[in-house]
């Protein structure tokens, strides 16, 4: 396991099978930390690379791991690109690795794999594009319906558009005086 700190330039390397013992490495000799209240640490896939960022400085520690991890250290210190990293997994390698792999095993297991074989023609899962067309007929049902709502209110026909006329008691107004919902003082 590969803890690291954003306080300092400290990362501990612990090993989980041997009662937790663990070693400490520093990522720079800078006296400052070099992470601004946060650090990414990404361990690639199947190899013996930690890559741990340091942000405030612009920089990429490349940590290789070793056999043991007292042979942990950084061994590349590179200039970080938009403060960002991006781990990349490539199954189509990994699919051709594991292909590889079953021309020398048992003909049992080449057969289990030879739907690996035919990566690039996969059928696609079709169980989402009927909810899509469902979704699309009944948000043009509910646009058809408010342009319709909208004309039929437009040309007046609905009592709503007329105005209420609120009198306050002993008041006379005249029959076109209208309001908005305002008392009068009487």
């Not at 330039?9 to 209240?37: F, S």
């Not at 043991?68 to 991006?86: C, F, P, R, W």
């Not at 105005?163 to 919902?181: C, R, S």
Request: glycine letters at 10%; aromatic letters at 6%; proline letters at 3%.
């Amino acid at each position: 396991m590969v803890i690291a700190g954003w306080g300092n330039n400290e990362v501990a390397v612990v090993d989980l099978d041997d009662n937790y013992r663990m070693v400490k490495i520093m990522l720079t000799n800078n006296p400052e930390p070099t992470a601004a209240g946060q650090r990414n640490v990404e361990w690639a896939m199947g190899s013996d690379y930690v890559w741990i960022d340091g942000p405030q400085t612009s920089e990429v520690y490349i940590v290789k791991i070793g056999a043991t991890i007292d042979s942990a250290k950084v061994s590349k210190t590179m200039e970080s690109k938009g403060g960002l990293m991006i781990h990349v997994n490539n199954f189509e390698r990994a699919a051709i690795a594991d292909m590889m792999k079953m021309d020398h095993s048992s003909p049992d297991d080449q057969a289990n794999g030879a739907g690996l074989q035919n990566t690039k023609n996969v059928d696609v899962d079709d169980s989402t594009r009927a909810i899509a067309v469902s979704g699309l007929i009944m948000g043009c049902i509910a646009l058809l319906w408010a342009v319709g709502l909208t004309v039929y209110k437009a040309a007046g026909g609905s009592s709503a558009s007329t105005a209420t006329k609120e009198q306050a008691p002993g008041a006379h107004f005249e029959e076109d005086f209208v309001t908005l919902g305002s008392k009068q003082a009487v």
